[in-house]
């Protein structure tokens, strides 16, 4: 089954990816696989993207456990 066509709107400028920082560390973020989330390894805190914005809000982040987070850094 195909994927709805992505709204071009709603995807985040990979310029815009380097300069933003996890606002616990202040550490370099990763873009999780399906392009979803930032994680910050360092926090262990993974912060959702909606509509193509980064909620960088301590309030959104789910926390990832240990072992994901090992295979997030894969």
């Not at 990763?30 to 805190?45: G, H, W």
Request: aromatic fraction near 2%.
């Amino acid at each position: 089954m195909a994927e709805p066509p992505v709204d071009p709107r709603h995807v985040v400028d990979p310029q815009t990816l380097e300069m933003l920082v996890c606002p616990l560390t202040k550490t370099r973020l990763t873009l999780s696989a399906d392009r979803s989330e930032l994680i910050s390894v360092a926090a262990r805190l993974a912060f959702p993207i909606v509509k193509g914005v980064p909620l960088l809000s301590l309030d959104e982040a789910r926390n990832v456990d240990p072992e994901e987070l090992q295979r997030l850094s894969r």
